[in-house]
């Protein structure tokens, strides 16, 4: 059985330089090969033992890694949790604010700033809507080549902003408006 080494130990066992004669250098007896034989057998059980030592260390040390981030995890989304908490009566005001004068899209106070702002309109094709030829022509919906049809949402959007017109293949949903705020 092979004995555990702390590395220190190893660092001090094998430091020392074999010169190319003298005690190990020239080998002229079966004795001597064997004691070499024996010295190496030694160091790779010694590696060995050193490679479950860092294992065992190292699966420690990703077990205490492990608990650490989930520890992290757990209060980061327990301050978030408070940060949401306290962001909804912000929010509330900065919307009746918004309310009474819809001009007011933001409002700075000395530890940082409630700010409204609304998103772009997006549009989406109705009931998983494909185009096929007939529909080439129509607005945002264009032929490339002979064989692709190419639908564009943002031709689409333009067109129902401009016209007003409804389409019967896409509607124009209109971007909330979203509340944030800004701490210093």
Avoid: C
């Avoid at 160091?43 to 040390?61: F, G, H, N, P, S």
């Avoid at 997006?122 to 030829?133: F, I, P, S």
């Amino acid at each position: 059985m092979s004995k555990m080494y702390d590395v220190d130990s190893i660092n001090e066992d094998v430091t020392g330089e074999l010169q190319p004669e003298g005690e190990y250098g020239i080998i002229e007896q079966k004795e001597e090969a064997m004691t070499l034989l024996e010295r190496i057998k030694a160091r790779q059980a010694a590696i060995t033992d050193l490679e479950k030592l860092y294992e065992m260390r190292t699966r420690l040390l990703r077990d205490k890694i492990e608990i650490a981030d989930k520890w992290l995890a757990d209060e980061k989304e327990k301050l978030q949790r408070q940060i949401d908490f306290f962001k909804t009566p912000l929010e509330h005001f900065m919307r009746a604010i918004n309310a009474s004068n819809p001009k007011i899209k933001s409002l700075k106070l000395p530890t940082g700033t409630l700010k409204l702002r609304k998103l772009p309109d997006t549009v989406t094709l109705k009931d998983n809507w494909k185009a096929g030829e007939a529909d080439v022509g129509k607005p945002g919906i264009n032929k490339i080549e002979k064989v692709e049809i190419k639908v564009s949402l943002s031709e689409i959007k333009k067109h129902i902003q401009e016209t007003g017109e409804e389409l019967d293949y896409a509607e124009l949903v209109p971007g909330e408006t979203k509340f944030e705020v800004e701490v210093i």
